[in-house]
């Protein structure tokens, strides 16, 4: 499977998404994470596109981490943000 270069996300709350298009840079796709919809030619056919995958990714990941309700936490623990749970998340979703 070819890799897909991370694209450039914005969260704009309540599951919505902007996922920047990998094919035209500065064109971004609304994504609706919790509806499973897309703004792209392809999520418009009902296509499960790449931004879909990539919004729900970063939907799971922001729910899972309370991130949208407080950004700008600050970690209390002394743990290396490297070997968090959350950075492995990351990492996973943006490769
Ligand atoms: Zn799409």
């Given at each position: 499977m070819v890799r897909q270069p991370k694209p450039r996300m914005k969260?704009?709350?309540n599951g919505l998404y902007l996922?920047?298009?990998?094919?035209k840079p500065g064109i971004g796709h609304k994504v609706?994470?919790?509806r499973?919809?897309?703004?792209?030619?392809?999520?418009?056919?009902?296509?499960?596109?790449?931004?879909?995958?990539?919004?729900?990714?970063m939907d799971t990941w922001?729910?899972?981490?309370?991130?949208?309700a407080a950004p700008a936490a600050v970690p209390t623990r002394p743990v290396?943000?490297?070997e968090?749970?959350?950075?492995k998340a990351l990492a996973e979703c943006f490769g």
């Open positions: 969260a704009l709350g996922v920047e298009s990998t094919s609706d994470a919790a499973g919809k897309c703004g792209c030619p392809a999520g418009r056919w009902g296509k499960r596109c790449h931004h879909l995958v990539w919004a729900e990714q922001y729910r899972a981490h309370g991130a949208m290396p943000f490297r968090s749970a959350g950075y």
